[in-house]
């Protein structure tokens, strides 16, 4: 008996194998360099050695889940030239209210302020220029599992269910949708490459009851939270998911760590704060590698979500 599970430990070993600490999680892909969630920028983030890529998700009129951070379109394509009219009275374009083959026609460019046309970077990559598309999500899968082949490389995704709520009152149940595609990816266990993310608590708890997903969860937070103030919080929040994605702010205010990695990892979650960025740096920190040092050595969390996946590498 023991030689077998020795064979099968040699055969799978990779399976198994410790994940690097802390893991690199390219935020929106390597969005300090190139326009968020582009295929161009999922590459870029890939060849600069991150361990996983993000995808945010939400879906089009026609139910497809498409790879996107905001449920409006405004701050990431031309979508106000290329469908004047198609807003709603809140004057904002809504992905929902687009099929798919609309989504296409867009073009994607730098974030921008709809308001004044301003990137909201302004040293990043430039603004209105390029020929990039919104992809789907399973587009998304196929591209890195695809990298992955090319490469021998085992990079993860990193998906995160937007506005779950939101979803379903406009008549659309998103987390099915994804699980849909996952699945047929072959997503499914705690020994995959994948992490799932969400704000909602609920949407958090219908993923493992009632969706049944096997695989692991975070559970993100804006900041201060009856979740994670609290030891008892955070053993609770540990029954349902695998780790938490806090603000940096929550972690550390400027070099003085405020203790939750350390209670939040006693409670047995992972702690992956969200996102370094070397052009919003906190006060304290000469560099952007001086911040990655400390948010590794010191303060010793699990991963980061990064614009800039290469700092740290
Ligand atoms: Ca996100």
């Known amino acids: 008996m023991r030689k077998l599970l020795v064979l099968a430990c040699c055969a799978f070993g990779p399976l198994f194998a410790a994940e690097p600490s802390p893991l690199i999680i390219a935020h929106r892909g390597a969005s300090g360099y190139l326009p968020e969630h582009t295929l161009a920028a999922k590459a870029f983030a890939y060849a600069q050695g991150a361990d996983y890529l993000e995808q945010d998700v939400v879906l089009s009129k026609d139910g497809v889940p498409i790879v996107q951070h905001d449920v409006t379109l405004d701050s990431t394509t031309d979508v106000a030239v290329r469908f004047p009219g198609r807003q709603r009275a809140n004057g904002s374009f809504y992905a929902l209210d687009f099929t798919l083959g609309e989504l296409r026609q867009l073009r994607v460019v730098e974030r921008f302020n709809p308001k004044t046309g301003k990137s909201v970077y302004p040293g990043r990559f430039p603004g209105g220029v390029g020929e990039f598309r919104?992809?789907?999500?399973?587009?998304?899968?196929q591209f890195i599992q695809g990298l992955?082949?090319?490469?021998?490389?085992?990079?993860?995704?990193?998906?995160?269910?937007?506005?779950?709520?939101?979803?379903?009152?406009?008549?659309?149940?998103?987390?099915?949708?994804?699980?849909?595609l996952l699945e047929k990816y072959g997503y499914a266990s705690k020994t995959d490459a994948c992490f799932i993310q969400c704000f909602e608590w609920e949407e958090l708890c219908r993923l493992r009851g009632e969706l049944g997903w096997k695989g692991r969860l975070i559970f993100l937070t804006g900041g201060k939270s009856p979740w994670t103030d609290t030891t008892e919080g955070l053993r609770e929040v540990a029954k349902v998911v695998d780790g938490i994605g806090p603000p940096l702010f929550a972690v550390a205010e400027g070099r003085n760590l405020?203790?939750?990695?350390?209670r939040a990892q006693a409670a047995g979650l992972q702690v992956?704060?969200?996102t370094l960025r070397?052009?919003?740096l906190p006060k304290g920190f000469a560099s952007a590698r001086e911040f990655f040092g400390f948010l590794?050595?010191?303060?010793?969390v699990d991963g980061l979500?990064?614009?800039?996946?290469?700092?740290?590498?």
């Open 134 to 141: 919104i992809n789907t999500f399973e587009e998304e899968l």
């Open 148 to 180: 992955n082949r090319s490469t021998g490389r085992r990079v993860g995704i990193y998906p995160e269910v937007k506005l779950a709520a939101w979803h379903r009152q406009e008549g659309h149940e998103i987390s099915k949708a994804m699980l849909v």
């Open 258 to 262: 405020t203790g939750l990695v350390a």
């Open 272 to 274: 992956h704060p969200y």
């Open 278 to 280: 070397n052009d919003a």
């Open 296 to 300: 590794a050595w010191e303060a010793k």
């Open 305 to 313: 979500f990064s614009d800039f996946p290469d700092v740290g590498r």
